[in-house]
């Protein structure tokens, strides 16, 4: 009796954060700092809805260029963050809070009249990792 073939196992796709809309590169590295432009709450090309949801889907999209260059969202030094609406800081506090869990860099966060896509949040990331 000839052995059963199986199909090789099939591999969790990779996350990855979305393109970037202009021209820049998404994340860079300087040395021992690790760059990343400001992300926004889009996923699969769609901005997701309201304040909370856009913060918990560009922290995200940060871990995931983080990723890229072998980092993590502890070794987040400095975000600076931007919002369309500061009535909303809070609902903003809340959810980037949860994205960040334990990690707290320095963080600065500005109100702006608009932000690409019609996003309501951005948030950028200076990241420290030293190379080996």
Do not use: H
Request: glycine letters at 8%; a positive charge.
């Amino acid at each position: 009796m000839a052995a059963k073939k199986t199909a090789p196992a099939k591999k969790a796709p990779v996350k990855k954060a979305p393109a970037p809309i202009g021209p820049y590169t998404p994340v860079v590295r300087a040395g021992d700092w690790i760059i990343v432009s400001g992300q926004l709450g889009l996923k699969d090309g769609v901005l997701q809805k309201g304040v909370a949801a856009q913060t918990t889907q560009a922290v995200k999209n940060l871990k995931e260029r983080l990723a890229e260059m072998g980092a993590n969202i502890n070794d987040v030094k400095k975000t600076l963050c931007f919002l369309t609406d500061m009535e909303t800081f809070s609902i903003f506090n809340e959810a980037y809070v949860a994205g960040f869990g334990n990690s707290r860099p320095a963080r600065s966060t500005i109100g702006v009249a608009s932000l690409p896509a019609n996003g309501q949040v951005e948030i950028e990331a200076w990241a420290y990792k030293p190379l080996r």
